[in-house]
Every structure is written in C-alpha cells, then in structure tokens.
C-alpha cells in the first residue's frame, strides 16, 4: 500500500491514540479511529482492515487497532513533517501557533524529505513544535516525556508549561490570552473540584483560574530547584 494521505491521516490518529493510551490497554478502539478521522465506524473499520493487510497495523475484531513497528515508523514521518512545518511558519513565516494546525495539515503530505530535511537544519534541529509537542527525529522515533497535566501536578511546586495538547485556535487564543504557552512558569494554588476550576499563579504573580477541562489539556514539569 502507497502512503497516500488518506493513509497516513489513519496512521497519525492511531499513532496519536496509542499515546494516550492508559498503560493497561494495548488497542485503540474503532469508535476513536473513527471519531479522530471524522468518518463512520464501518469506514474506519474498512480502512483498517487494508492497513494490516498490508503489514501496518494489527487489528483485532470488536476490540481495536494497534500499528505494527513499520506503521509506527510512517506515522512518525508524518508527525515529523507536521511539527517541523508547524515550526516554520510560526518562526519563518510569522503566522500565529492557532492558525498553523491545518495549514500543517494539509502541507505533511506533499511536502519532500528532502525539504523537510532543509527546514530542520534551517532551525536548527529543533526539538518541540509551537504547541511543545516533540518533533520525532529521521527515523520517525519520538523521544517524548511523561508529563502531567495542571489536573495531576503538585499543589505549590513551581512548574514549567511545556506541552498544549488541544490545537482548536480559539482554545490556543485562550492560552495565548493568559501567558500560559509552552515555557512559561505556574504554579497550581488550589484544585476546587465542586466547581471544576483550578486556580494558577502565572506571569507576574498573576491569578488565573481556568476550568478543570482546560486544565486537563496544559502540560507541565517541575522545575529543577
């Protein structure tokens, strides 16, 4: 089977939903695929019925999908051109991080390897995109970190934001809106379940408060003492 976009789209989404994956669960169910995709069950079901036909991905009946180690690679390759075309135009090209998200989409499957390559060593070997998600290297392995969420953080350690795992441009705007991009430094004040809010002090000793869903999509790391 040629790596056609419609292809490679398949290979992103069940590469994407490995990831976040619990540690007990191996498959990535079809309702996801589906889901992920845009497209009915039966669809993605069809779809990846060709994809392990053709050595890229392990699918077991009324249970779900995982990609074989030659699936896994492709899906790299094309998170690797995504992240790295992403990057471009936001440091090159000057467009803001809520817009590049489907400009990338469009551009990870016709753009050349050996142009990827040249935006690569233009800046500089880089290794997150905008949004902090790790840039998978030529061989499409990702080195990516265990992080928690601003859910799951300590309470009072100052922390480090370094991955935004939502690409909606209004929920980007938000971010932006409140200093809370990847590298920014925040501490978790206090968790309110009862009303779904977490509240942060940010730049400048800012108060913000933000909802639990929102807070559940920030990623962050302590900071080294």
Not at 12 to 41: E, H, N
Not at 160 to 188: H, S
Request: hydrophobic fraction near 40%.
């Amino acid at each position: 089977m040629l790596p056609s976009s419609t292809v490679e789209n398949y290979l992103k989404a069940i590469y994407q939903g490995q990831s976040a994956l619990p540690r007990d669960q191996r498959l990535v169910s079809m309702g996801q695929v589906a889901t992920a995709l845009g497209v009915t069950p039966g669809t993605a079901t069809t779809m990846v019925k060709a994809l392990a036909e053709s050595g890229l991905a392990e699918y077991e009946p009324y249970s779900g999908v995982r990609l074989s180690a030659a699936g896994e690679k492709l899906a790299g390759l094309v998170l690797r051109r995504h992240r790295l075309v992403e990057l471009f135009l936001v440091k090159v090209m000057g467009m803001s991080w809520a817009e590049v998200h489907d400009e990338a989409e469009q551009l990870e499957h016709v753009v050349s390897e050996r142009l990827i390559e040249r935006i690569d060593e233009m800046l500089g070997r880089p290794t997150h995109d905008p949004h902090g998600d790790p840039i998978p290297n030529p061989d499409g392995a990702i080195n990516a970190k265990d992080l928690d969420s601003l859910l799951t953080c300590p309470v009072g350690t100052p922390l480090k934001v370094t991955r935004v795992a939502d690409q909606d441009p209004a929920f980007l705007r938000f971010i932006e809106n409140n200093d809370l991009k990847p590298g920014q430094r925040v501490e978790v004040e206090t968790r309110d379940p009862a009303a779904d809010s977490v509240m942060l002090r940010g730049k400048d000793h800012r108060r913000i408060t933000i909802g639990a869903r929102a807070a559940s999509k920030l990623l962050v790391e302590v900071e080294p003492a």
